[in-house]
């Protein structure tokens, strides 16, 4: 490869690059302008969502997850359950007469 094709491929990537940034910029633009992006709709359902919350949620926001574990009476987790149904086959405690 020489030089002359390095400074193609750098140009062609520019362009797509430039290319993608400036559709996002105006994708915002437009739907900022046409109304379907409004930041109040945005703060009204963050309310609704939290005065809905159940206590045996716990939400875990990141910026591009959100988490929700929900507790249940006496559930018990399936590690624990694949622990125990191996710990049956060792013997586990008992009297040890056989």
């Known amino acids: 490869m020489t030089f002359k094709d390095v400074t193609k491929w750098n140009t062609r990537i520019s362009i797509v690059y430039a290319i993608g940034v400036w559709t996002m910029i105006g994708s ?16 009204k359902e963050e309310q609704e ?3 809905k919350q159940n206590p045996n949620e716990v939400v875990y926001k990141t910026a591009h997850t959100k988490t929700i574990i929900i507790y249940k009476e006496d559930f018990v987790p399936f590690s624990t359950r694949i622990q125990n149904f191996f710990k ?3 013997g586990g405690p008992g009297t040890g007469d056989n």
Not at 28 to 43: L, P, S
């Open 28 to 43: 915002y633009a437009y739907y900022r302008h046409m109304g379907y992006y409004d930041e109040k709709t945005v703060k």
């Open 49 to 51: 969502e939290k005065e």
């Open 88 to 90: 049956s086959f060792s």
